[in-house]
């Protein structure tokens, strides 16, 4: 197979796609693809027409074609997906059932329980017993798409791992890392405690740009303790999930843990969350169970993310989920993404085995790993080929539910932890960065958080931490420059509009793009001159709209030739790679920890100024027009490097005059640098610290115990 590469496209055989639409493209989003296509090749082989065979039947659960009798009586859950414009027939051959088995047993028949009828997904959710639900699907078979089971969803925190316990993960640091910090610690600043998380995100950086200020942060889990003084309680709102489950409750403790992550208040007491002026919008799902811990099914995650989407959110943080893949439930949260640009984001899970957890695992949602205090991944974190993002999740600080002080802070651990982190970095983007087009902007967003993660372990994206540890500040600056506007797919077009084959309009290319059907199907059929494969987008028909401009080459896609455009203005350290009189440990990253502004900011000065005066972080610097040319600009080294990655520390003075690559320096090409176009400062000239070897990228000089003693 020949792929390539560039940002968030791959450059597949003959055509470009998407890097989700890659995932799904190799079976990933669901393991039970390839039970389908086995089912559907043996009706093909097995029975005498096999069009009308193929078409008729549908896929289904495994105890629908194989199960006994004796599991007849037993209760089945499922999804069934109708055909265009059949829902009425579908329910009036569920009626006439339920007609029937009352007039055979009066009082004794059990009635299909319709537990939700989500119309965009075309999907009724039913309860029924199994052999009325197999009657149910051989009487309305000409109105079904799909059967599946309706597979459980819990909370992705193990017991044992909610102790606590610290991680001593070996540290898999080794090739490819230069001077970026990996050691963090909790602060108590003026009487409220900064989570090493909150800091490792970068989220310091960025608060004085965007704090998350009026975007909404869907929390699917177990409510919020909203009588908590550590929130605030005007950016509080949810959902009641019945009379009886009460949004703003949580007796489990979880959901407010996660929800302190992300908006904390900003105060003296308790912590501070990432986004701590974000709105939380909690829908409370898991009710039941010990303290309230339960669980819940895949629709009633369809049916909270409905809630989500209804009150305005632009992200969604699920710290749960379940082993079983359903159609149904990936189709939501593709279209959530797609349609609605709302990012949705959840636990990869706790089990450390490679099995895929879901929703995390589909495509159109983030998946996230755990990592420690030392940017090691998690013990417990699960690895495999979804996991696009790492976040703190080992011990880690957030509200107590109950705790009337706000100062009885909780420890938890899980991949759960991790998550509200990474939604909460997306919340910090989404204010600055959300424009008039929600479904370019959520491209954008999570395309700048993966290419400016820290990357960690094996080099470039891995199973273990994907493309790394999310870096809230990288990712601001990234946008801000306008380098990580990602690409979008040429729209394409079924061609003929609204084509459908030779045996009506029943079979219209939204019915190809169901399972395999393209593939069995694709090629006969036509009708107006074409098959499906022709016509049909989904198919790989259809035509698109303007011609790729990638060459399929491994010539960088983001070229000068793409004129800069003016970013909207940012803040830049002014002079770049500023550090105070006593030494470029003392940079500008130095002084975002903790309170190093306020104890520090007016002496020390070098290089005619105080930290905050050179300082963005400490509220001085310069707001820059700059843009980095060429756009994209990474070093010989690879993407890794690129000019975010000289923004921190003095990787600019260090090594922005060498690894020249497109034609320059990274003093050249990087606003940070000094470089890049219309920039209006001037940079730190500095004589020492050449880079040598190896070894000299790995010393960390982000440590700034001996400065605290000033
Ligand atoms: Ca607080
Ligand atoms: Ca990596």
Redesign the pocket.
Known sequence: MLYCIFGDFIFLNTQYVSFSDYKSLRGNDGNDKSAVEEVRRELVLKEGDPKTNGKDDFSKPGWATNGSEAQDDEEGRVFIQYKPNAKGGLKKDMDDLDAEDEAASPGQSKKFDVKYEFDDLETYVIIAPKGKLKRLMNRSKNNIVLVEDDPIRELVVDPLVMEGTLENAEDSYDSNHRNLQTSFTDQLISG?WRPYGVSMVQAPQVWPYSTGAGVKVCVIDSGIYRASP?FVTANLSGDDTSTSILWYQDTCKHGTHCSGTIA?????????GVAYNAKIHSIRVFSSGTNGCGWSYASGLIGASNLCKAAGAKVISMSLGGGGASTTESNQFQSLYTNDGILSVAAAGNSANSEYLYPASYPSVMSVAAVDSNSNIASFSQFNDQVDIAAPGVSTKSVNSGDTT?NNVLTYSGTSMATPHVAAVAALLFEKFSTSNPKQDVINIRNAMQVTAQDRGAAGRDNQFGYGIVKAWNAYQCLSSGSCVADVPPPCTDNPVGWYDIDGPTYSCAWYAQGSNCATFGNSYANFGKTANQACCVCGGGVTGPAPTKSPTSTPSRSPSKSPTKSPGVCVDNPQGWYDIDGPTYSCPWYAQGSNCATYGNSYANFGKTANQACCVCGGGIVSTCTDNPVGWYDIDGPTYSCSWYAQGSNCASFGNSYANFGKTANQACCVCGGGSLYAGISVQSGGNQKKTGEDKKQNNGNGNTKGLK
């Open positions: 409220q550590d904390g208040k900003n105060d003296s007491i308790g912590v501070v706000g």
